[in-house]
């Protein structure tokens, strides 16, 4: 099955903008979606399609895609942001299965 | 409320069985495919298995294919998976996931809703 690739870590500065992306060569044909995993807490879906947030997401949360690669961007970062962020999207290879990200760790400064 | 409670999960040896059960209220579950996630203890997400809404596509994860068995009872609100030949490796806290989107799986590959996990250890 194909792969998709996050940064480990990555930080922001409280109300400031981050980007957290996703590559691989599905993204080319499949969107991204995008979830929030806090602490002992099962994760929540932030993103989906295009650019759709589920109801109860806020919108500073948003995502695009460009070739390869997706991104999920969150505008004026807060402490309640801190989480773990995948990405996944169906495989690319034709096996019909589904892919996630290894994971993004957000820290807020 | 929409929700998913899965059971079943417990200590088990390496090579033994154990059956996962998932319960769904608050929505029409024979409308929508559903998933099996798993994550191992410190570790990311793995997806682990798919059925559309009518058990007439599945799919699974190469690490489980051939051990494990997703299926479904519409009449029940209920998805399962059977897992056989159970390995050290396949420890983790798995969880039941509605995908988004009603009928098929692999269309929008988004899981809206998600369980609180049920958690499998093989060990000896």
């Known amino acids: 099955s194909s792969e998709l690739t996050q940064d480990p870590a990555v930080s922001v500065a409280l109300g400031q903008t981050v980007r957290i992306t996703c590559q691989g060569d599905s993204l080319r044909s499949y969107y991204a979606s995008w979830y929030q995993q806090k602490p002992g807490q099962a994760p929540v879906l932030v993103i989906y399609?295009?650019?759709n947030r589920p109801s109860g997401i806020p919108d500073r949360f948003s995502g695009s895609s460009s070739g390869n690669t997706a991104s999920l961007t969150i505008t004026g970062a807060q402490a309640e942001d801190e989480a773990d962020y995948y990405c996944?999207?169906?495989?690319?290879?034709?096996?019909?299965?589904?892919?996630f990200g290894g994971g993004t760790k957000l820290t807020v400064l | 409320e929409v929700q998913l409670v899965e059971s079943g999960g417990g200590l088990v040896q390496p090579g033994r069985s154990l059956r996962l059960s998932c319960a769904a209220s608050g929505f029409t579950f024979d409308d929508y495919a559903m998933h099996w996630v798993r994550q191992a203890p410190g570790k990311g997400l793995e997806w682990v298995s798919g059925i559309s809404w009518n058990s007439g596509s599945i799919g699974y994860a190469d690490s489980v294919k051939g051990r494990f068995t997703i299926s479904r009872d519409n009449a029940k609100n209920s998805l399962y998976l059977q897992m056989n030949s159970l390995r050290a490796e396949d420890t983790a806290l798995y969880y039941c996931?509605?995908?988004?989107?009603?009928?098929?799986?692999?269309?929008?590959?988004?899981?809206?809703?998600w369980g609180q996990g049920t958690m499998v250890t093989v060990s000896s």
């Open positions: 399609g295009k650019n």
């Open positions: 996944n999207s169906r495989d690319s290879s034709g096996n019909h299965q589904v892919v």
């Open positions: 996931a509605k995908d988004i989107v009603q009928g098929e799986w692999l269309v929008q590959n988004a899981f809206d809703i």
